[in-house]
């Protein structure tokens, strides 16, 4: 297994600002690095050096292969870069911006004409190719932005927050975009803030805090490594709250907390479940709700930043739907006792 | 959905940029340019109703009071204003360059194997090629009101080159300006306060006979008056080493100083 992605030891400073306090990373060849962490963290500042576009005070990186600050040249040939914030021409259309990067790169008009055309339509910006990019939506931005990452069909593509400001629609197509990259053996290191797109896209993924990685895993590690699993109890009367409360408490320890109209306990002891529904049924305690889940990346990154990670759109009200109950996702719940298959 | 076609093998076989990729990316920056124009049409007044209107202004405006005639004050005051103009549109490569920093365009353009000047070089080719455009809309405009040019082609060309080689210059200094203020309106405004003092105490539109004695001993030395008398000279007759050569001599002061200045602020900014 080879990584197309290694860093080691990062560091960079902005006169007041340590951005970069070490960081170290690796993404293997054809699978998706998610980069968690909340603003501030050093997400874009560890892209701009890992895309040659910033040179680190200390550490090395190599990119593709190649090192990132020897060989800035080769780097660039082998990547693609979707930033932060669109970087589009916005006084050229559509069109012209993916031409210019396609005939920029050295291909031939005839196929540069066409891979222009070709990316526009995946995308989805084919009605609006001729219009000028000052025209298009935040959204129709990005997708430009991403599209012209695209044309060189890089070998490791950065995508720095790719569906900030996305409708949950464009970014579940998004979503699909990378995983097809992915399948054809691309290398996509992702920053987000969004816990879910790291759950959902990431094979590994990495949290960083002021300038540092905090923890590292599969996205099920983390969540084992934080707090294992949860365990929730939702009485059939409200009125047998308290009475669940002890029962849980006793088997489960002081952790036991109410949430709402149930009671959650962390899970250490794999002994605890059938404990506490042998406590229930002697009791002779309706039960509404049982469920063993696993953290959420959300308590994960509670746990580990010791603040919440920005709220996810898609999730924003109580009300909400999710853009699909994909395996692990939390908001999948079951009136039996289950235990969630790994994404 | 399925990304077939997404990937493949890489067009670009290497990270190196060969002299004549070079050139291409050089070329494909500056067609980039000048089809940003079709998209903007506040550019277009910059290169077109701008010019055509200060021609207009100036002759049928002032001409009557100057020179007791328009098509006298016509004669004395085109090529001060092709010459303003021309410092104008020297800035909007500083705009330009501006913009691209701060809309993050640099950064996309970074991330690619292309040669690093390249953007740079696009621009300024482009922003030359305006400038043609400006002088050749003005100098037709003036033939229609009764301009003369009694040198014939060879002034004309004579006159051309010149302020290319003048605008290159001093591009140079727009090229820093671009690179170190913060947004494109401050880089507006201080081109204007920059670039109407200097061409009102010149002799581009004023005889400097008739200035204050301060005043006066500052425009027989700015570069304004060299530029504006040289082309003067070589459009309409009277002297031409002196002022050519003064302009020349200023244009290798701007690079001088600038050229340097500016590689340095574009090195670590783009
Ligand atoms: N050019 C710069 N000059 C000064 N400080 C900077 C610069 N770039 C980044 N910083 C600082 O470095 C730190 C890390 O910034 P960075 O942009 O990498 O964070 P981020 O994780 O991408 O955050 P966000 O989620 O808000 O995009 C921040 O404190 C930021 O203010
Ligand atoms: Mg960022």
């Known amino acids: 297994m080879t990584y197309a992605i290694e860093a080691e030891g990062l560091t960079k400073r902005f006169k007041q600002t340590q951005a970069l306090a070490g960081v170290d990373l690796a993404a293997r060849t054809g699978t998706v690095l998610g980069v968690l962490g909340p603003n501030g963290a050093g997400k874009t500042t560890t892209v701009r050096v890992l895309c040659t576009l910033l040179r680190p005070d200390g550490g090395r990186a190599r990119v593709a292969g190649h090192d990132v600050l020897r060989r800035p040249g080769l780097v660039r040939a082998s990547i693609g870069l979707t930033g932060q914030y669109a970087a589009v021409d916005e006084m050229l259309t559509g069109y012209e911006n993916l031409l210019m990067i396609g005939r920029l790169l050295g291909v031939p008009r005839p196929a540069a004409r066409h891979r222009a055309t070709e990316l526009l339509e995946r995308f989805r910006l084919a009605d609006a190719a001729g219009r000028a990019a000052k025209t298009f939506s935040g959204g129709m931005r990005r997708r430009l932005d991403l599209a012209a990452s695209l044309v060189g069909r890089p070998e490791v593509l950065f995508l720095d927050e790719p569906t900030t400001g996305l409708d949950p629609h464009s970014r579940g197509e998004l979503w699909e975009i990378v995983r097809g990259l992915v399948s054809d053996g691309t290398t996509v290191l992702l920053t987000t803030q969004y816990l879910e797109e790291a759950d959902q896209l990431a094979d590994h993924v990495v949290v960083i805090d002021h300038g540092r990685v905090i923890a590292g895993g599969t996205p099920d590690e983390l969540k084992d490594q934080v707090g294992g699993q949860v365990l929730r109890v939702r009485p059939a009367d409200p009125a047998d709250l308290d009475t669940v409360h002890a029962l849980v408490a006793v088997a489960a320890g002081p952790a036991t907390a109410l949430d709402g109209q149930a009671v959650t306990a962390p899970v250490r002891d794999p002994g605890l479940l059938p404990t506490v529904v042998r406590h229930l049924a002697e009791a002779g305690v309706a039960v509404a709700e049982l469920e063993l889940r696993r953290s959420s990346l959300d308590e994960v990154f509670l746990a580990l930043t010791g603040h919440r990670a920005e709220a996810d759109p898609s999730h924003a009200g109580p009300g909400a739907a999710p853009p699909g109950p994909g395996p692990g996702h939390p908001g999948a719940r079951a009136h039996a006792a289950r235990t969630e298959v790994p994404a | ?270």
């Not at chain 2, 050519?244 to 090195?267: E, K, N, Q």
Request: proline residues 5%; contains cysteine; hydrophobic residues 55%.
């Open chain 2, 1 to 270: 959905m399925t990304a077939v076609g997404l990937t493949a093998e890489r067009p670009t076989g290497s990270g190196h940029a060969r002299p004549w990729a070079a050139i291409q990316q050089t070329a494909t920056m500056a067609w980039r340019n000048l089809v940003q124009i079709k998209h903007n049409p506040m550019e277009l007044m910059d290169l077109s109703v701008q010019p055509v209107m200060f021609v207009l202004l100036f002759t049928y405006v002032f001409g009557g009071q100057m020179e007791g005639s328009t098509e006298r004050y016509l004669q004395y005051a085109l090529p001060g204003i092709i010459v303003q103009n021309a410092l104008f549109a020297t800035m909007s490569t500083a705009i330009g360059l501006n913009t691209d920093l701060t809309k993050g365009v640099f950064d996309r353009l970074r991330s690619l194997p292309i040669a690093r000047f390249a953007p740079l070089l696009g621009r300024i080719l482009a922003d030359l090629g305006k400038q043609l455009w400006s002088l050749a809309l003005m100098l037709t405009l003036g033939f229609a009101l009764g301009f003369r040019a009694d040198r014939g082609v060879a002034g004309v060309l004579g006159t051309a080159l010149l302020i290319l080689v003048f605008a290159l210059a001093v591009s140079w200094l727009s090229v820093l300006v671009g690179m170190v203020a913060g947004d494109p309106e401050k880089v507006q405004i201080l081109v204007f306060t920059l670039i109407m003092p200097i061409t009102f105490t010149s002799s581009a539109f004023v005889r400097p006979e008739t200035m204050p004695d301060g005043l006066r001993a500052w425009s027989d030395i700015n570069p304004a008056t060299q530029l504006s008398d040289a082309c003067r000279g070589l459009l309409t007759g009277g002297e031409v080493a002196s002022p050519v050569l003064w302009s020349l001599v200023w244009a290798a002061g701007f690079a001088a100083v600038f050229f340097p200045l500016a590689m340095r602020a574009y090195r670590a900014r783009a």
